[in-house]
């Protein structure tokens, strides 16, 4: 990705917790720019609320990300109900 986006790491993250939210962030931005693996996609998702559990806390996440880059965590992993292999988004 050449795009670069400042995202809001917490002072308490280990260099693992940084990596997950990432992995994240690099597989929603994928899900737009060619499509992404459901299940990575999801596993991904998974290893993000590990690291942010706080729901209030997610969503402050996701507003900061779709600030940047136009895109929904929420949103895209809405997506993951409607397909059993590959999520993609045809703008």
């Not at 809001?8 to 931005?29: C, R, Y």
Request: proline fraction near 2%; aromatic fraction near 8%.
């Amino acid at each position: 990705m050449t795009e670069q986006y400042q995202l809001p790491i917490d002072g308490n993250w280990n260099q693992d917790d940084i990596i997950a939210v990432s992995n994240l962030v690099d597989a929603v931005l994928q899900v737009y720019e060619g499509g992404c693996d459901r299940d990575f996609l999801i596993g991904a998702h998974q290893r993000f609320c590990n690291v942010i559990p706080s729901k209030s806390e997610q969503k402050a996440f996701d507003r900061d990300f779709e600030q940047q880059t136009g895109r929904s965590i929420y949103q895209t992993m809405k997506l993951t109900q409607g397909t059993n292999k590959r999520v993609l988004v045809n703008e």
